[in-house]
Every structure is written in C-alpha cells, then in structure tokens.
C-alpha cells in the first residue's frame, strides 16, 4: 500500500502524548535476574491528518467502499468544493457521519447521512458553522438532506 510520508509546507500539527517505556532488570524474590517494562514519562508527539500530507494517495481498504462514494449523488459537488470524501468503521462510533472543514467521512453506507453531511458543508460554506452539535444547525442539516435526497430521486 502506498504511504504518504511528507506533511504539507504550512500545516499545523496536532500533538498527542506518547508513553515514554523503559526497561530495568529486577531480581524477584528467588534471585532470578528478570526484566520489567514501566512506563516512566510522557512526551508530546506531533501527528497530522492524512489530509496534511504529500505523497502518493492511500489506497482505500474496499474497493466496494470506493465505488459507493464515487456513485453518490452530488458527490462532484463535495469535492469541487476541495473537500475530500472518505469511509470510516461505524461499528461503535458515536455517529454516523462527520463533516470537517477539509472533507466529510461516512460511518454507514446511507444516502440519508450522505445528504445530511453535505448539507452541513453548503451551510458551512454560506453562513459559518459553530463547533458541537447545535440543534439549529443539525435541524438545517437533517431537513436540507431529506430535501436533497428527496430532490434527487432518493
């Protein structure tokens, strides 16, 4: 699978801490000379979304998963915009889809949740969208949806 390996010239990094692990050797209470892992620290690591970064594109995992998101409706539209459109496994996630600023990431293969999240990008783009999940918002976004897909032969 190809890798992408640069970040982009200019992005921000998002940093996350990483166990700093050590070893010791300790002696248990035969006299037998064992070793013990620890974890003695913290560090921050810098980390970048796949997005950040140059390089060759990552395969996606399922070909099928590629073709659905090729055939969805207004799907030109998404990445006209710049936004990228990828999956991502639903199975015990908190929602079922996700709208950034730089793409929209699908948990479930479901026009409704397709046309929602694309909702919320067009109203980010015309007025601006607050961060969380704000009830105003998600109303635009599940009535501008049901419209679009209603709209569109679904």
């Known amino acids: 699978m ?6 982009g010239k200019g992005q921000k990094a998002f940093y996350i801490l990483a166990r700093c692990v050590k070893k010791r050797t300790v002696k248990d209470e035969g ?17 970048f979304a796949l997005e950040q970064t140059e390089g060759e594109p990552v395969k996606p995992a ?20 710049g936004l ?10 908190r929602c079922y889809g996700k709208y950034y600023r730089r793409g ?5 293969e ?12 067009a109203d980010d783009r015309l007025h ?5 999940q704000r009830w105003d918002q998600e109303i635009i976004a599940e009535l501008g949806g049901a419209n679009s897909a209603g709209g569109a032969g679904f």
Not at 63 to 78: F, G, K, R, S, T
Not at 84 to 93: D, N, T
Not at 110 to 121: G, K, P, Y
């Open 2 to 7: 190809a890798r992408r390996s640069r970040r």
């Open 104 to 108: 929209i990431a699908l948990g479930v």
């Open 62 to 81: 399922d070909p099928a998963l590629a073709a659905w998101i090729d055939q969805l409706p207004l799907v030109d539209v998404a990445r006209g915009w």
């Open 128 to 132: 601006g969208l607050e961060g969380g």
């Open 84 to 93: 990228y459109v990828r999956v991502f496994s639903g199975q015990g996630a």
């Open 31 to 47: 006299g037998e000379e064992g070793e013990n892992t620890y974890v003695a620290g913290f560090r921050g690591v810098a980390v």
């Open 110 to 121: 479901n026009l409704s949740t397709w046309c929602h999240e694309l909702v919320h990008a």
